[in-house]
């Protein structure tokens, strides 16, 4: 199983940047999709997740100005990053696993990793 991340960066406050993650290894449609990330010093926390159905669920944080979505044809996992605030930076890391109850706020339960993209978000 493999989980590839791609398009983290550096932008400035009210920038937008797009993640994916692209999966192999794994029947996509039959698992849900999310998103963690981890700032230096801080615990990993659950930024978004996409069950199989396109239910989603996102960190109080982020409302409103992130979206997640998925792409059943790619086998690939969005995050569209909007209104980005200096507190977003920490590294995004892409989970892959077969419940959607599995996307907790710890993601202690996400069976499968990516490795993580930087965002950086400063002026």
């Known amino acids: 199983v493999q989980l590839q991340a791609s398009g983290g960066g550096w932008v400035q406050p009210g920038g937008s940047l797009r993640l994916s993650c692209v999966s192999s290894?794994?029947?996509?449609?039959?698992?849900?999709m999310g998103w963690y990330r981890q700032a230096p010093g801080k615990q990993r926390e659950l930024v978004a997740a996409i069950s199989t159905a396109h239910l989603t669920k996102y960190a109080d944080s982020v409302k409103g100005r992130f979206t997640g979505s998925r792409d059943s044809a790619r086998n690939t996992v969005h995050l569209q990053m909007n209104s980005l605030k200096p507190e977003d930076t920490a590294v995004y890391y892409c989970g892959g696993s077969g419940y959607y109850s599995d996307f907790t706020a710890s993601g202690d339960t996400v069976n499968y990793w990516g490795q993580g993209t930087q965002v950086t978000v400063s002026s």
């Open positions: 290894g794994i029947i996509f449609g039959n698992y849900a």
